[in-house]
């Protein structure tokens, strides 16, 4: 498939700022739920978005062409490439179309302040990798201190597991503390009741379009074929919950809770630009995980926490998917290579992507290094791990040459515990 | 809810065999494949089954009471106990309404070995427990010889993890050898390809009827309510990739490459005779998870292996559902403590039920003791793991006075891997 790239020339004639993340090289797709009519898909541009079901009632997008925009239902990857070309042609600067029909221009623009944006896709699955390879060695280090930081397979397969998709939820809602059974290691008895090492989990993830049928595998080389697009993602963890449950299983109810993704789905098209290299990989994968060319993405990530008291967030961590060692296709390669059947709808997510040094940690448990080294914020509060009221925000873009391809953010709230 | 309850002696006028796994007492409801006309809801009966949207066609199901009965959508625990209700009627000896009539009766009473039956209902979920305290115990004697066999959390919460609900597949499905990734302890580098050391786990399992919303949590006492009844499920497994994947986040590919369940679903009424208190907890589990009264049951289960070269299926391990250390409750309350919203369609297996000694083992894992007792088969054939073309059965009844309530057949056989 041909992706579709915009311009880093192009101009839209609505405006938008040089910081904003929707400049018209973006066009990433949300799902909007509006008063009285329900859902229907958006697009971003700047401080906007397009109502699209508006523009196909208005024959601006052609009713033969593609399914009924309500939500992602029914839209492939070639498809959403043609709707996104489609859409860039009735913002760009010279065309008229829209730009000069007032009577739609009114209808179909919204303003994006006023827009409540569901989760893209419900997901028909949840699958969570654990590629960020300095998250792997920081909790290593942590958690087995006298042991090589990674295990022995941590380099020669993408590690991973199934999530909860029930609890996957939009960015904006709110984070009920979860109970759940823990154990200190000096405690006689487990005990019941609200975690209390709150924690986050910076990450990336992404949805598939085409599915595959159950014995067949997806080679590296075409797993982009199968991608609809990325989102931010945080997996929220319950860590006191995690140590106590999660041998020899691995993790459940301390991550089943919730999990928020970011509103906009940001396509690889759009993402074109910044392509890299990714880490070096070594030793050798084995061939099925070998792939060729760029198919890791330069995105900037930032953390910020804003606690009850404070006026605005303030950035706790900064990072970048460069620090990822698979790349998603050798994910989507590793998933199949079993021949795990995937289909539309599928999330999957990277892991936590940390740096290499302090201050680029994506969890707290690494930025606290296990509670030992609390975050003294700006109002002179500490944290080691998320306390009510507070307010987790991730975002992530891409710095272009006078624009961002940008991903907005995925946010929560800590609220007390419940029942 | 008030359990609805077939008399032991009630009889049917269709004549059924005392050794039937499907009596007036049973009544278990399965999906069928028509030709032509898609799927149905069906209902076993001795050799036969009742074509239910027939039923409903011909009036003898209230179209107004129950939505329609292709699938088992819409049916929430209350309204399939009164569907089973209305067919206990429509069977049972002295009722004439179809008895008496034999154009009905011949267009809606299907033989049993001609039906195609699906998963009752594709899971929107799969939760794999491991609740079989046996098993749970020979793993680790197995794989850490030198410490005590069960994990310290086991005896304080249900372990379990998210499995891969797009691979369950309906019994009689065939099982391609799943290709990974393995590593021996003396290997070099690991090698991708088939696995060799394919097995099966003897699980039962069961599906969620009414969901609960985030933040809520359900109570052992209540948890029940949600259940719309059991099925059997076999886990397949790959042990050598999940020996070199599953650390640090539990199995992953090992086991997402397919999981058969049995056609038919047995409701918890038609189990209500055969309910057992259970083995004795100890040490007494937290608040949130004590149970009153007998939430176990006592249901034998059967291992049955067919080589290609078999004419007939030969039995190599033989178990029962009271081995389980955990309720089926007490996973409900255990799964929903965090505050996990669950759903329509989720399926929640058991984990391997193993009894105490050799014979009633639940897996080949267990039963060949790590493949260093070969099991000898009627034609001189030895298995430590499944090989092409053997045919794994797993069947499980209740036994009445004079009748067996019974699920049928858990069937697979291993077709050599693929790609």
């Known amino acids: ?36 009519r329900g859902e229907g898909m958006v697009c ?23 399914p009924w925009l309500d939500t992602f239902l029914g839209l492939d990857k070639e498809l959403l490439t043609k709707l996104r070309k489609r859409i860039y042609e009735l913002l760009e600067e010279s065309h008229s179309e829209l730009r000069d029909n007032a009577k739609i221009r009114k209808k179909a623009i919204l303003n994006r302040k006023d ?47 199934n999530g909860r998709a029930s609890s996957v939820v939009a960015s904006g809602t709110k984070i009920i503390r979860p109970k759940g059974q823990t154990k200190g290691p000096n405690d006689e008895m487990p005990a019941y009741g609200p975690t209390k090492e709150m924690d986050f989990e910076l990450e990336m993830g992404f949805y598939i379009s085409e599915g595959q049928d159950m014995g067949k595998r997806i080679t590296c080389k075409s797993a982009e074929d199968h991608i609809l697009g990325l989102v931010i993602v945080n997996d929220w963890s319950a860590r006191d919950i995690q140590r106590w449950e999660y041998q ?47 198919q890791h993405f330069d995105i900037q990530l930032e953390v910020l926490l804003q606690t009850a008291k404070m006026k605005a967030p303030q950035q706790i961590a900064a990072s970048n998917t460069k620090h ?19 289909e539309f709808g ?25 509670g030992q080294k609390p975050v003294s914020l700006e109002t002179g509060e500490t944290r080691t791990f998320l ?15 006078g624009f961002k391809i940008g991903f907005g953010e995925c946010a929560g709230t800590i609220m007390p515990a419940q029942g």
Chains 1, 2 share one sequence.
Do not use: C
């Open 387 to 401: 306390e009510d009221g507070d307010t987790l925000t991730l975002t992530a873009f891409a710095q272009g040459d």
């Open 115 to 161: 827009l409540q944006l569901t989760v893209p896709i419900p997901p028909t699955a949840f699958i969570d990798f654990y590629s960020g390879i300095q998250h792997a060695s920081n909790v290593g280090k942590m958690f087995r201190p006298d042991q090589p930081p990674l295990l022995p397979n941590y380099r020669h397969l993408p590690v991973g597991y």
């Open 346 to 370: 599928d999330l999957y997510a990277s892991g936590t992507i940390s740096g290499p040094e302090e201050g680029t940690y994506g969890s707290l448990l690494e930025i606290s290094w296990r």
């Open 324 to 342: 990822l060692y698979w790349s998603i296709s050798q994910q989507v390669a590793h998933q199949t290579s079993n021949g795990t059947p995937i």
């Open 1 to 36: 498939m041909k992706p579709f790239i915009v311009p880093a020339s192009a101009k839209s004639w609505i405006e938008v700022d040089p910081e904003s993340h929707f400049p018209i090289q973006n066009l990433p797709f949300g799902v909007a739920v509006h008063k009285n």
């Open 44 to 66: 971003a541009i700047g401080d906007y978005a397009l109502d699209l079901p508006v523009l196909m009632e208005a024959g601006m997008i052609s009713e033969e062409e593609f």
């Open 248 to 294: 020899p299983l691995g993790p459940f109810l301390s991550k089943s809770f919730a999990t928020s993704v970011s509103p906009w789905l940001v396509t690889l098209d759009a993402l074109e630009p910044f392509r890299i290299d990714g880490m070096e990989q070594d030793p050798e994968v084995l061939p099925h995980l070998r792939s060729q060319g760029k």
